[in-house]
């Protein structure tokens, strides 16, 4: 099974359950480049179903303070993409087998090379790329590599995204497609923009992959309103904040304990307490 194959076997295993699919994300290397791998088993141990490895780039333009601060603080760490990559490998090689999405930054992947990249990111063990600052228009060599060697590359649709856009993303999307459920940046809200219900809709009708949102996701409660119009929910500045609230030797228990809060609000009809 690819990692496209994987990712998307991720969403349907979480509606046959009748649940929504849990997405989290975590910047590699913070709080330090050991923690990363024991933070992500603990994702996987909590029963996040897919897990996006944030690949720290040193102008984050999609980021929020708390993103921008955990990327700062892994580049000083000496996190690169080839420690990214060495993390993956060892999180498989520790049982962890839930999908595992590298997210950064196109820079990144070209000063290491498309083929190369897309080779050693599969070779790891990865299964899919989101790039958040690659444009659809753009995006074609890097679709082919990811083609080449089985990987997801998963679309950012924001509320701003036409019709067109969302056709032509949707096009060679695999994985999943991703809505952006703000006019912003990433960061923790105290509530999801019931705008993006209406972006969701839009995308659904233009592809049969699996739908998830994210930017601003925070709390079980978000998680179940996500759950009533999408197929995940993915979270990332809430966990980061957690991560960080305390000894970096034990930001793997504070990572479980936190996404096992989120778990109840993935359960389809159920309202989260």
């Known amino acids: 099974m690819n990692g496209k194959e994987k990712i998307r076997q991720a969403f349907t295993l979480a509606a046959s359950a009748n649940r929504s699919a849990l997405v989290m994300f975590v910047t590699s290397g913070f709080p330090d480049l050991n923690s990363t791998v024991p933070i992500l ?3 996987a141990d ?16 999609a980021e929020g303070p708390t993103i921008q601060k955990s990327s700062h603080a892994a580049l000083m760490a000496g996190t690169t993409p080839q420690t990214c990559l060495d993390a993956v490998r060892e999180a498989r090689s520790q049982g962890v087998e839930a999908p595992i999405i590298l997210m ?21 063990g990865a299964d899919g790329l989101i790039v958040v600052d690659l444009p659809t228009p753009e995006a074609g060599p890097l679709l082919d590599e990811c083609d080449r060697h089985g990987l997801a590359l998963t679309p950012l649709m924001a509320l701003t995204s036409t019709d067109e856009s969302i056709a032509a993303a949707c096009r060679r999307a695999s994985g999943f497609v991703y809505c952006v459920s703000v006019l912003g940046v990433t960061g923790a809200r105290t509530q999801v923009d019931q705008r993006v219900t209406g972006l969701v809709k ?5 592809t049969d992959l699996p739908v998830a949102v994210g930017f601003g996701v925070s709390t079980a409660e978000h998680v179940a309103q996500v759950a009533t119009y999408a197929d995940g929910a993915a979270v990332g500045s809430a966990l980061i904040n957690a991560i960080a609230d305390g000894d970096p030797e034990t930001a793997a228990e504070r990572t479980h304990s936190f996404v096992s809060s989120l778990m109840p609000g993935t359960r389809r009809n159920v309202v989260a307490k």
């Open 202 to 206: 839009r995308v659904r009708a233009r």
């Open 104 to 124: 950064g930054y196109y820079n990144s992947i070209l000063a290491f090379g498309l083929a190369e990249y897309c080779r050693a990111a599969a070779d790891a």
């Open 46 to 61: 909590a029963g996040a179903d897919v897990i996006e490895l944030g690949v720290p780039f040193s102008d984050p333009l």
């Open 41 to 43: 088993k603990a994702i």
